[in-house]
């Protein structure tokens, strides 16, 4: 399974603001709980945005991921449990279930790259600098967001998806 989403190329204001805050998370001034609850809230709730004209793929994926747990890490920083619980809601807890999915970043600056669109996640996954343990769990809840991704429909959300980041960024006082 490739699992190649991309993410809308960054304002150069949201860029900075960014690096600001990845620079904050690797400085250890922003826990790991709100350094996952960024991730997945940006990731999840611009699926909202992408699919909002289509919800029956978002029923697809919500099948999967509701009430999943994944762990997610980043190499000598941290590791977290994000509950899946709806694109809105996606509680963090320090405390995890080693049995559970996990997504292992190298380090901070590769889910910014990601997330900038300097990088894909599958080209990521590819040199080693993301590692997913117990792949067919999370592929479940990743192939369907990874068959829906369209450049042209990245281009139609492109503001959105800008004002997603912004607020969310706003919202950690970046």
Known sequence: MAISMTFNELTPGLRERGIRFFKAIERREVSGKIAAEFFFRYFFQRLLIMFEDAPEKLDIIA??????????????????????????????SEDFDR???????????????????????????????????????????????EALHMKDRLFAIRDQDMQLLDQILKELGF
């Open 63 to 92: 099948q999967y991921s509701f009430g999943n747990t994944c762990i997610f890490a980043v190499r000598n920083l941290f590791q977290v449990t994000a509950f899946l619980k709806s694109f809105k809601e996606i509680p963090v």
């Open 99 to 145: 049995n559970a999915p996990k997504l292992t970043f190298d380090n901070v600056w590769t889910i910014f790259e990601i997330i900038a669109s300097d990088t894909t996640f599958v080209d990521a996954v590819l040199k080693q600098r993301v590692k997913i343990d117990k792949m067919a769990a999370l592929a479940k809840i990743f192939a369907p967001i």
